[in-house]
């Protein structure tokens, strides 16, 4: 099983920057697809993006504003987020995969999640 630990994540107004990092142990990244995803409390958990070697998968809202990529020799897959807005705002979540997908069900390893708090 593959460990994730998000980090990252911190309080910024809107229209402002962050980047969010996805930092693995026991696989190579690089084999797997790995997603983020973000739940605010009292909502369901939804993808915001996802990335393999093959391409890369946005939720629409976040197409043209955040860009996932990866670090091969960290090991680590990132989330730049540009122009955020409050409704940014989530606990944020990566995951890992063998195919592409934007359904959470078909995700089988998990990070414990980094707090985004966008002000207005």
């Known amino acids: 099983q593959v460990q994730l630990v998000e980090s990252g994540g911190g309080l910024v107004q809107a229209g402002g920057s962050l980047r969010l990092s996805c930092a693995a142990s026991?696989?190579?990244?690089?084999?797997?697809?790995t997603g983020w995803f973000r739940q605010a409390p009292g909502k369901e958990r939804e993808f915001v993006a996802a990335?393999?070697?093959?391409?890369?998968l946005y939720q629409d809202s976040a197409k043209g504003r955040f860009t996932i990529s990866r670090d091969n020799a960290k090991n680590t897959v990132y989330l730049q987020m540009n122009s955020l807005k409050p409704e940014d705002t989530a606990v944020y979540y990566c995951?890992?995969?063998?195919?592409?997908?934007?359904?959470?069900?078909?995700?089988?390893?998990w990070g414990r999640g980094t707090q985004v708090t966008v002000s207005s």
């Open positions: 026991g696989r190579t990244l690089s084999s797997l697809a």
């Open positions: 990335l393999r070697w093959s391409g890369t």
């Open positions: 995951a890992t995969t063998t195919g592409i997908t934007s359904d959470p069900r078909l995700y089988a390893s």
